[in-house]
Every structure is written in structure tokens, then in C-alpha cells.
């Protein structure tokens, strides 16, 4: 309960894209507010996405238009595609899971996004 895995990270040209993914352990997913956050070198760490279990999103104004933020429930999986990358996207990226009723909070460990050419 409350292990959140992130995936698909890594290193990608400006312009390009690429899909991350945060996947939970537990039976709590689909009744959570699932959110991303990033992190740049000597920035604090930023809100840049959210999705309710009832699918309401919501984006920081700096990704609005080129991310989009989506659920699999089934799955127990989140996902964060991010097209029109910049380099000033370049971050750690963290997934957080907020449980309704005990709003337990939860985070994943954080996975390296880099944008160069």
C-alpha cells in the first residue's frame, strides 16, 4: 500500500515527446487525486498536472496545451504525455497519490526528465 512506481523518463530533443507513467500499489488508486510534480536544479519542487478519480484535470499555465494528464484505473496507472518539450522542462518528475476520506499522501521517487538537443 501506497508505492508509487514512475517510468519512461530519460533524455529527448527539444521539441520532442515522451510519456511517463506512475504506477500504485493497493486497492486505494481509483479513489484518489493523482497528481505530477517537477523539480529543477536549485528550483523548488512544482505542482505541474492533476486528475481527480472523477477525471477533473488540471494544468500549471507553463504545460497547459502540451501535456496531458490521464488514468487507467484498472491499470492502477497514471500518465503524464508531454509533447513540445523544452529545455526549461528539464526536472526531476514525481507522481503524488492523495487518498480520499484519510488523505494519505503518497509520493514515487522521481524520475529524470532531460531536454537538450
Known amino acids: 500500500q501506497g508505492q508509487l512506481v514512475e517510468s519512461g523518463g530519460g533524455l529527448v530533443q527539444p521539441g520532442g515527446s515522451l510519456r511517463l507513467s506512475c504506477t500504485a500499489s493497493?486497492?486505494?488508486?481509483?479513489?484518489?487525486?493523482m497528481s505530477w510534480h517537477r523539480q529543477a536544479p536549485g528550483k523548488e519542487r512544482e505542482l505541474v498536472a492533476y486528475?481527480?478519480?472523477?477525471?477533473?484535470?488540471y494544468y500549471d499555465t507553463s504545460v497547459k496545451g502540451r501535456f496531458t494528464i490521464s488514468r487507467d484505473d484498472a491499470e492502477s496507472t497514471m500518465y503524464l504525455q508531454m509533447n513540445s518539450l523544452k529545455p526549461e522542462d528539464t526536472a526531476v518528475y514525481y507522481c503524488k497519490q492523495i487518498t480520499a476520506g484519510s488523505f494519505n499522501t503518497y509520493w514515487g521517487q522521481g524520475i529524470q526528465v532531460t531536454v537538450a538537443s
Open positions: 493497493g486497492d486505494t488508486f481509483k479513489i484518489s487525486t
Open positions: 486528475i481527480t478519480s472523477g477525471l477533473s484535470t
